[in-house]
């Protein structure tokens, strides 16, 4: 009797052979797949395919780390310094030309009543000139004037806010003006006023009997004074005058 190979060994035999078959496959199959995808993406590129003597390009260099440029320092202007002094027999000349027009003639700017008569200065030159009368406890704001070179600098603001200053140092509870520019008034916290609430004294009082504009009234504050800001006035009287001055130049 023949001896013959046992039927298990021939089975795992060809069961190797077949995992062996199926490995070549799968790896034939990678190999094409990746040829095809390189394929397709040279054509995307527009390179030549099959590649030639393509070489790969060099990588980007680091890019230098950026820096912050320093910004230039903002310089501030130099606060405006005015001074305030009385108003001399010599600057009358100076004046009473400029104050002429609001009907305060030389005669009556030198008669001797109780008045604030202040001028105001800046670096020694004339900026503006300012008539405060004083009856009592009522101050009449009978003109305020700055000069024409020195226009849209704030410099009428301080100067109206200088004699309210001095009006209430000299216990004035009250001080009225006509409504040549209510504007600026209202931004000194000046307030519109019935002239029927008004008391016949004081609608009688030089600067105000007979006038027909509109009368305004404010009530003097003590402290300081804000610096005017052409953006920005301050509502009230009390927010005007409670803040520190403009600082000096360093």
């Known amino acids: ?97 400029l104050l002429a027009p609001l009907g305060l003639s030389r005669g009556e700017l030198t008669e001797p009543v109780n008045r604030l008569f202040a001028l105001q200065e800046h670096k020694g030159e004339f900026t503006g000139v300012g008539v405060l009368d004083k009856h009592g406890p009522v101050g009449v704001l009978r003109g305020l004037v700055v000069d024409p070179k020195a226009r849209l600098l704030t410099h009428g603001s301080y100067l109206a806010i200088h004699l309210l200053k001095r009006a209430h140092a000299d216990k004035l509870l009250h001080v009225y003006a006509l409504g040549v520019v209510p504007k600026f008034l209202e931004r000194l916290g000046f307030t519109a006023v019935d002239r029927a609430e008004v008391p016949e004294l004081v609608r009688s009082l030089p600067g105000l009997a007979g006038a027909t504009l509109p009368l305004f009234e404010a009530r003097p504050r003590p402290d300081g004074a804000k610096r005017p800001n052409s953006r920005h006035y301050p509502k009230t009287l009390s927010e005007l005058l409670t803040a520190p001055g403009p600082r000096a130049p360093r």
């Open 1 to 97: 009797m023949d001896e013959t190979e046992p039927q298990p060994e021939v089975d795992e035999r060809l069961a190797d052979l077949r995992r062996r078959r199926a490995e070549a496959a799968d790896v034939l199959a990678e190999s094409l797949l990746d040829v095809w995808l390189r394929q397709r993406r040279a054509k995307r590129a527009g390179m030549p395919w099959p590649p030639t003597d393509w070489v790969p390009p060099l990588p980007d260099p680091p890019k230098a780390p950026k820096v912050a440029k320093p910004k230039p320092a903002r310089m501030r202007p130099p606060a405006m310094i005015r001074t305030y002094r009385d108003v001399a027999e010599a600057d009358l000349d100076l004046v009473v030309p």
